[in-house]
């Protein structure tokens, strides 16, 4: 028997096929999406009920988003459907079987099959759309909320980053990634060697930013909050002077390039090395100012 999952499309493609060339074949919808118990808890059972009153090895077994089964056969009696019946009743009690199953001759029955398919086709459609809408409302949400958080911060801190930035001695880095792996490797890259301050997400980000004045921010563009492109623009409208590095991964150019027409410095691939992550460090202005005043003043600065 061959399973075919979630493909309403290309079952009621299959059906039309069947009601044009092989009219005397049968379909069996098994009208699961009525049943209370998750598909995990009958699936294995009801597919070997079905292979053991099958004789058409070759029948086709449509699972469908709701639940819904269709199996398309040759051929089975009704007599071996009462079999399946029998195998039915105690995997789904109390349900009543019975009232689970019909059987359809396609030729017969083309203009209800249709009707059926497309029925689930549309439903489909509309599940989507409001998920898509839920997604957008709830996206305008956390937007008025985010808006809302940045109206909080603190103006003076704000207009003190350049300041603050300049009148401490040691090197801080900001690193805005959620993998806890990336993580653990920056930690592991750049521990005992700079002031280092990590978060994982881009609300986040710029509240710490804002407290934080970093000499560095290595930024991920895929956060799970707001995306690091927009982060990059809430940044530097805060501090137009932000050295800003993104990380990516495989597959990101275009995001990578999108960030650098933004402001950022440059990118680190992942997996990260500490030769690059040091690299970029080096290359910070305000790094470069500190190391300066070290050799000035004799302050310690790696």
């Known amino acids: 028997m061959v399973i075919v999952k979630n493909t309403e499309n290309i079952f009621l493609q299959e059906l039309k096929n069947c009601w044009e060339s092989f009219p005397t074949h049968r379909c069996l919808h098994l009208k699961f999406s009525q049943l209370e118990q998750d598909k995990e808890e009958w699936f294995d059972n009801v597919l070997a009920a079905l292979r053991s009153v099958l004789e058409d090895k070759s029948a086709q077994l449509y699972l469908c988003h709701d639940n819904d089964i269709f199996v398309l056969t040759r051929y089975v009696t009704q007599k071996r459907v009462d079999n399946f019946l029998a195998h039915l009743t105690p995997i789904l009690a109390p349900a009543p079987a019975k009232e689970l199953v019909a059987l359809f001759e396609i030729g017969v ?4 099959l249709r009707t059926l398919c497309e029925k689930k086709i549309e439903n489909i459609k509309l599940e989507r759309t409001q998920k898509q809408e839920h997604a957008k409302k709830k996206e305008e949400i956390a937007q008025l ?5 940045l109206k909080t911060l603190n103006k003076d801190l704000i207009d003190s980053i350049s300041k603050r930035r300049a009148g401490r001695d040691m090197p801080e880095i900001m690193v805005v990634e959620d993998d806890l792996f990336s993580q653990r490797l920056v930690d592991n890259a750049l521990k005992n060697k700079y002031l280092l301050s990590m978060t994982g997400d881009g609300q986040g980000a710029i509240m710490s930013y804002v407290n934080k004045a970093p000499d560095v921010l290595f930024l991920d563009i895929g956060l799970p909050d707001i995306n690091g492109h927009e982060v990059l623009e809430k940044l530097f409208k805060l501090d137009p002077d932000a050295y800003v590095v993104m990380f990516s991964g495989k597959g990101d150019k275009e995001n990578v390039m999108k960030a650098i027409e933004l402001g950022a410095k440059g990118f680190v691939g992942k997996p990260f090395t500490q030769e690059k992550l040091l690299q970029y460090i080096q290359k910070s202005p305000f790094i ?5 005043r070290e050799k000035t003043h004799g302050n310690f600065v790696h």
Do not use: F, G, L, P
């Open 109 to 112: 029955h083309w203009a209800k």
């Open 145 to 149: 909320n985010r808006e809302e958080t």
């Open 288 to 292: 470069q100012a500190k190391q300066n």
